[in-house]
């Protein structure tokens, strides 16, 4: 009788962590999902190290990267009233 309630008791255990890890990976996975995307319009005298260096901590290079690769930016220039989606 002992072992049988051990089993069950090691059985509920079981299902409610499974049931918590499902949880927990539906509510990881849709948290960017409400994300709105961020965007910026370019300025007169805006250039990518300077959006970068204001929309980004750390090294800027790596921002300016960043805006260049999800752009689709074959170079570093822009023009002023450009919309530039913001990673």
């Not at 049988?4 to 499974?18: D, K, N, P």
């Not at 995307?37 to 790596?62: C, E, F, K, M, N």
């Not at 300016?64 to 220039?77: C, F, I, Q, Y």
């Amino acid at each position: 009788m002992f072992v049988h309630t051990i089993e069950h008791m090691f059985g509920r255990l079981l299902l409610v962590l499974a049931v918590a890890v499902a949880a927990w990976a539906l509510i990881a996975r849709d948290s960017d999902a409400g994300a709105s995307a961020r965007s910026y319009r370019v300025q007169s005298g805006d250039t990518l190290w300077s959006i970068a260096t204001t929309a980004y901590g750390g090294d800027p290079r790596d921002g300016v990267w960043k805006l260049r690769d999800l752009n689709h930016l074959s170079g570093t220039t822009i023009e002023a009233g450009q919309i530039l989606k913001l990673p």
